[in-house]
């Protein structure tokens, strides 16, 4: 089985452009999260959705930030515009049940983002 | 709010132990625990539900303790392979959201 595919895996962008990170989470699941890694904040949970639907989104740093889940098979995280802050690794998970307190996240590869 | 684990980093030789603490401000319902090597995503070792159990995992083993919101993660006779970030995550059962912990260190040597 596939895992959780994650894309790009690299991206190097100038402060002020958009930027896309996209996630397939693993076909079944229908829970998905959206998680970012830095040395200094660790793992932060950004926002996480059930059934396609956004179900807490308060780790979103600021309205430059935004994420879509427009079927079960695709998720996408969008910066615009970027910041050198922004800079980390994104991870997308994704889980079998609907409640996180009782299932596995599985991890995507992540994508390791660099704004200049 | 971030659980906060300790110790931030141990160093063990091979065969020696090590005992890995979370603990959360916050009541909890279950407990994660997610091993990540250098450069690769977390993986999942286990998960403990509100109740006080512990389970095991190989010679990796875990408790619970809900009353005072901890958990620790017990490695015995550790072996090369265990070397990584471990993180805590956990989940207050409301929003089922998972934080996960401030994570420890582990490293291994020959």
């Known amino acids: 089985d596939a895992g959780v595919i994650q894309s790009p895996r690299h991206e190097v962008t100038e402060m002020g452009q958009e930027v896309t990170l996209r996630c397939k989470p693993i076909?079944?699941?229908?829970?998905l999260f959206w998680y970012r890694q830095t040395m200094m904040r660790g793992l932060e949970l950004l926002i996480y959705?059930?059934?396609?639907?956004?179900?807490?989104d308060s780790g979103m740093p600021e309205d430059r930030f935004s994420a879509k889940m427009p079927n079960a098979s695709f998720s996408t995280l969008k910066i615009q515009p970027s910041e050198p802050r922004d800079s980390a690794v994104y991870f997308c998970?994704?889980?079998?049940?609907?409640?996180?307190?009782?299932?596995?996240?599985?991890f995507g590869e992540g994508s390791r983002l660099t704004v200049l | 709010q971030q659980p906060v684990q300790s110790p931030q980093a141990v160093i063990l030789r091979e065969g020696e132990d090590a005992v890995i603490n979370c603990s959360s401000s916050?009541?909890?319902?279950?407990v994660h625990w997610y091993r990540q090597k250098h450069g690769e995503a977390p993986v999942f070792l286990m998960i403990l539900l509100k109740g006080g159990e512990q389970k095991g995992h190989d010679k990796i083993s875990a408790s619970f303790n809900e009353k005072k919101q901890q958990s620790s993660l017990y490695l015995t006779a550790s072996q090369l392979s265990y070397s990584g970030t471990y993180f805590c995550g956990t989940d207050g059962g409301a929003t089922n959201k998972l934080i996960f912990g401030t994570g420890t260190l582990l490293a291994v040597q020959p």
């Open positions: 959705f059930n059934n396609n639907v956004p179900i807490d």
């Open positions: 998970a994704s889980s079998l049940l609907g409640l996180v307190n009782t299932g596995e996240l599985f």
């Open positions: 916050k009541a909890l319902y279950s």
């Open positions: 076909s079944g699941h229908n829970s």
